[in-house]
Nanobody
């Protein structure tokens, strides 16, 4: 059974930092790309960052230079370090993997507000 469990969300002031983590099980973690998506209120879900099995990363233009995706194949986890957060980063952040079919975590809420 595939499970993706996000953690690390919360309330942070503009300019602050948060680190999200996604613990996975039921997949051959080291062999698959992992992604982070986010969905802001009344907006469509958007792709934030991708990391391939080989560690190559890709980012949405809106977060490039501020967010860093990483993976730990020994712990089957993927993380998203978010720095210099802005109010427009407020969203529910989801972990995603394609393992025969798409799997999503339940999400973790990030609120950037003073």
């Amino acid at each position: 059974q595939v499970q993706l469990v996000e953690s690390g969300g919360g309330l942070v002031q503009p300019g602050g930092s948060l680190r999200l983590s996604c613990a996975t099980s039921g997949i051959d973690f080291s062999s698959v790309p992992m992604k982070w998506y986010r969905q802001a209120p009344e907006k469509q879900r958007e792709l934030v960052a991708t990391i391939t099995s080989g560690g190559t990363t890709n980012y949405a233009d809106s977060v490039k230079g501020r967010f860093t995706i990483s993976r730990d194949n020994t712990k089957n986890t993927v993380s998203l370090q978010m720095n210099r957060l802005k109010p427009e980063d407020t969203a529910v952040y989801y972990c995603y993997v394609q393992w025969l079919v798409p799997y999503w975590g339940k999400g973790t809420l990030v609120t950037v507000s003073s």
